[in-house]
């Protein structure tokens, strides 16, 4: 009968005999990583216990996507490992075909791990005839054949109803509020800053956890990545000011923020941001700043920015990753990784 093949066939993992048991019913897990951030899928495989996949991706004459996973998955708990920066576009298409790849090898169960959701900001009809290509990316990456989505801090947390399949929005609030408690000196003469409205929520909620005061800056944009003018709602005179959002990009709205507060008495600026993008000359930016650290996790790969700007620092989130992979591959609850960071 099939399930002694699969007992026979399967490794015995290194934990207690309750987990090796539901690891038997279930298969194993396996990780397959694309090319947009290797290093994170090492990290989150080497603390799982594992090797990655052999996969070969190439690129044909005409770019399109070629990927061919070069093991047996059959039956297998396969988690994607993707991301949605760099060259956007390439790294969903070669996400999408991935997926899809392990559907058609007759995979169990395929999740999509995508620490950064690609167009994540374009989740609403913000204009008359605008997209919502938030959506779309849903659509696209169900109709592949995931069965799961594995995400982190999405721009939007009501993206996840997008989705017909269960969607794991997981937060890097926890790493974060940890890393601040670890660096910042003097933590009571420090408040909790959100660049835009929209953030009010989160910074809120680390203010909280860290039993701070916040405050926020509203911006008006003229147009995507330009901010036309800010104003400062609450008192930073003589603090240390964390400034909190999800997405660095262009970085332009941190340097103004950053200005805006030490014009108005903050002693110094510290960021402290989810997804690191760094586009175009936002290391340059950076270096020219009155930011004083910018500290990111590694959602993204971010070494060459790193390399031009000190100021760059990075928080590993390969243990929340590994640890929701585990918890979703035994049935159990991720919901303790939202609160807390897995040692």
């Known amino acids: 009968h099939d399930c002694n093949q699969t007992h026979v066939s399967l490794p ?11 690891a038997v019913m279930k298969g194993s897990i396996r990780i397959v990583s694309g ?23 190439k690129k ?15 039956g297998e708990d396969v988690f994607i490992i993707g991301c949605g920066s760099g060259e956007v576009n390439d790294n969903l298409m070669e996400l999408l075909i991935m997926v899809s790849a ?25 204009k008359s005839r605008a997209p919502i290509s938030a959506k779309l990316v ?24 997008f989705f017909d399949v269960p969607v794991d929005n997981l937060f890097a609030e926890p790493a974060i ?21 929209g953030g009010a929520k989160r910074v809120t909620a680390i203010a909280d956890r860290l039993g701070l005061d916040f405050a926020l800056i509203h911006k008006e944009r003229k147009k995507a990545n330009v901010v036309d003018c ?28 950053a200005e805006k507060l030490i014009e108005a008495g903050a002693k110094e600026v510290h960021a402290f941001l989810t997804h690191g993008l760094f586009s175009g000359d936002a290391a340059k930016k950076l270096n020219g700043s009155k930011i004083k650290t910018i500290t990111v996790t590694n959602t993204c790969p971010h070494d060459a920015q790193k390399s031009e700007c000190a100021k760059i620092q990075t928080i590993d989130i390969a243990p ?11 049935g159990e609850s991720v919901s303790y990784l939202f609160t807390h960071v897995p040692i």
């Open 60 to 74: 044909f004459a005409n770019q399109e996507t070629s990927v061919e996973i070069e093991s047996s998955i059959r």
């Open 230 to 257: 800010m104003v400062l709602v609450g008192n930073v005179e003589g603090k240390i000011a964390l400034l909190v959002d999800d997405i660095a990009d262009t970085c332009g709205t941190m340097v103004m923020a």
């Open 35 to 57: 090319t947009a951030n290797r290093d994170l899928a090492e990290r989150v495989a080497k603390r799982l216990g594992l090797d990655l996949e052999k996969c070969s991706i």
């Open 138 to 161: 849903a659509n696209m990456l169900t109709v592949a054949g995931a069965d799961h989505i594995i995400t982190m801090d999405l721009h939007a947390s009501q993206i996840q109803g």
């Open 177 to 197: 509020v940890e890393h601040i408690k670890k660096t910042i000196p003097n933590l009571s003469d420090a408040i909790v800053v959100s660049p835009d409205a």
């Open 102 to 126: 392990a559907k058609y090898a007759s995979a169990k169960r395929v999740t999509a791990v995508i620490p950064l959701y690609p167009y994540a900001r374009q989740d609403k009809k913000d």
């Open 12 to 22: 015995i993992p290194h934990h207690s005999s309750h987990v090796c048991l539901v």
């Open 320 to 330: 929340i990753l590994s640890e929701a992979i585990r918890r979703t591959h035994n």
